[in-house]
Structures are given as structure tokens and as C-alpha cells.
């Protein structure tokens, strides 16, 4: 054998022999076998030689080559081995009685409080209703009192699709629907309209602190024989008292014009953070405004079907994305959106 292959083996079982970690092999791989490695500086001298020499010296480097591989690899794989018992030995008995912590995730804080609602309204006999988020001009404002160049319509800035549809500005948008998907059972059966229908709605408006384009709301309607102001303080009042744990709490109405009621009221609690006493977030009133909400608008009921003559109902647009801000004491609406898993996250009991 070559003697500068000899001494170049000679002195790699020599380097292996004292090598005590996988990072210091790597070294000695690029020492070796890289660009500027021993192994390849052999091969610099091969013009000089013979044709016959440079065969077997060829012959001979690539030999040495594979040598060197094999060696480094066998000496990696003995030196893991190595370190994964050190490890093991390192980590003390397992205790197989502590329960793993699962990281199960958590609900949007919208989540939770539409659930509650709707858990309410249902143990009151309400149905819990989908519907679309795009929507016709009819669902949207004409079927609820509010024609075409109506001046209510500047209330809402609402965005229109191509096709002449558009993005529902509010939950009320599904109204028509439901008088109609339930009227026969009214009429035949006297059964009561009892439904609420929760919805993202969206809205044209610069986004700040409590304004955000895209948020939630809850729709609720109540239609039946003798159907009066007092049912629906009845049942605001155990929804929200349920909502916020807190059996005791006082509701207010104000009047409040919206197109499809009459009348019309705007619904407030008393401020759950001073408990009524006067406080930044009430804006030192006591109340908060959470709720607006009204006798169905006969014309309503007409275009649902529904003889308003025979029959009243109350409606409420009660604002979802709000009712969490409050319940939560969230103080950016925009903290909703955020994708902060650590801020979201921290509402869910249930985890
Ligand atoms: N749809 C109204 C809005 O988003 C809220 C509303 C007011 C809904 C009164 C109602 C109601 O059902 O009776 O501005």
C-alpha cells in the first residue's frame, strides 16, 4: 500500500480512538474527505505517477475513501448510543400517576357568550336558527320597513356585491324568513313564533376601539296572540341576568327608533363593573346600553304573512361581539380579532 495512504489510515484510527463526541467527528469527516481534506490532497500528486500507478493509487485513495466513511459512521452511531444512555440514565424514575397536561385549545370568547344565549333561549323554548350572511335588498331593508332611499338606510353602511346582493348588516336580515318558515304553524296550531338566530353581520365603518367591520349579534323574535312589552322585559331580563350570573340585575328601556318596531327602545343594564355606582366604562351613568329591541312594526308582520291585526311580537338585536366585551371586560373590540391565543384564551372554564 502507499505509504502517504498508510500513514493517513494510521493516523485516523488514531484520531478516532480519542474522539468523544458526534460534533468532533463531523470535524474529522471535512478534514478528511472535504474540498481541502487529506484524502482529496492525494490525489493533487497523481500527474506525476505512471499509468500503471495511478490505477492502483486510484484504486487505493478510493479505498481509503470508503475506510474513512465507514469508520466515522460506525464511530457516530456507537457514540449516539453512547450519549442516549447517558440521558436515560439521567432522567429519574417516571412517575406513571401524574396526568399528562393536554392542551385541549379554547372558545373564542364570542363562542361563549352565544353559546350561553342560546342555551338560555332554548330552556325557554326558543329555536336556535342559521341563515346566510349574504343577502337580498328585500331581507335586508325593504321587508323590514325600510324601502328603497329611505334615509334609515344611511344608519348602516353596507357593502353590496356585484350581483346585487350583499353582506347582511344585521342579524334582522333573517326576519322575513323565519315569519315564514313558521307562520302555518302559528296560524294552524297557534304556536308562537320563538326564535333567535345569531350571525356575524358586517359594516362599512372605520375600525377604533369599539368598531370593527366585521362583528356578531343575536336576533330574537317572539310572535303570538297578545304578545306585549312586558314579555319582552321578561325575557331580556332572565337572559341577561343568566348570561352575567347575576339575578338581581336591573334593565332599562329608553326609547330608540329603528324602521321595523314601533315602539322602539333601546334596552340598558345596570353597569356590571360598579355595580350601578357610576364609572369610566358606564361613563359615570350607571347604565350600559346593550340591547335595542321593539314591538314589531305591523308592515313587518304583514310582509312575513302574519296578520298583525291578530297578532304581535316583540324583536331584539341584541350585539354579541359587545355583550363579551362586557361580560369579559374586554376593552378593545379589536383584541377579538387579534389571533392572541394567550389573550383569547383565557375565558374558557371548561378546558
Ligand atoms: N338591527 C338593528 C341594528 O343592527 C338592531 C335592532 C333594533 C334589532 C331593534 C331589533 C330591534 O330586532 O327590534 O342596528
Redesign the pocket.
Known sequence: MNQAILELREKLDQALRNMASTAGLENLKVEYLGKKGSVTALLKNMGKLSAEEKKSFGREVNELKDYVMEAISRQTAALQEQELQRELNAVEAFDMSVPPVLDRGSYHPITLVQRKCEEVFRSMGFTVEDYSEIVTDYECFEA?NIPPFHPARD??DTYYLDNGQLLK????AA?NAIYKKYRDALINEGKPIKAVFPSR?FRNEATDACHENTFF?M???MVGEDISIANLIYFMKTMLSEVFDNYGLKVRLRP?F?P??EP??ELDISCQICGGKGCPSCKHSGWLELC???M?HPNVLREGGIDPEKYSG????L?LTRLAMMKYGIKDIRDLNSGSLAALAQFTDDK
Open positions: 323590514l344608519m348602516q348588516t344585521h342579524t334582522s326576519q353581520c349579534q336576533e330574537g323574535v330608540g329603528f321595523f318596531v322602539g327602545f335595542p329591541c321593539g314589531i316583540f324583536a331584539f338585536g350585539g
